[in-house]
């Protein structure tokens, strides 16, 4: 599961460089997570830009993200793509999440 990660301001921006979250990678996508998210920053921007197709064990796996931080904190979404976008409309998540239309340019190769 290939994703990068960086720090702006009181934002961890993490940027998913895969085609897929599927039941295939869902559990490799939970546990790199996991790793990051034990930055202290009250924001987590999840940037899904480069996914194009998401299944339920993906979308299983984004809520599963958002419990972990917990209460203090929050996971927002970016760049979603049409495809993705609509999974999360249709199981009305996108009233769940805070969703951007882009993610805020990197600021150095992580």
């Known amino acids: ?9 009181e934002t961890l921006v993490v940027r998913v460089d895969e085609a897929r979250i599927d039941a295939a990678v869902a ?8 790793e990051l998210v034990r930055q202290p920053v ?7 830009s480069r996914v194009n197709f ?16 917990g209460p203090g904190r ?3 979404l970016a760049g979603l793509t049409p495809t993705v976008e609509k999974v999360f409309r249709l ?17 150095h190769a992580g």
């Open 1 to 9: 599961m290939q994703v990068s990660s960086e720090v702006q301001g």
């Open 27 to 34: 559990i490799q996508f939970k546990d790199r997570m996991r």
């Open 42 to 48: 009250p924001v987590v921007l999840l940037d899904l």
């Open 54 to 69: 998401l299944d339920s064990s993906g979308l299983g796996a984004v809520v599963a993200v958002m419990k972990l931080l």
């Open 74 to 76: 929050r996971l927002e």
């Open 91 to 107: 199981t009305r998540m996108d009233g769940v999440f805070t969703i951007h239309p882009a993610a805020p340019a990197q600021t």
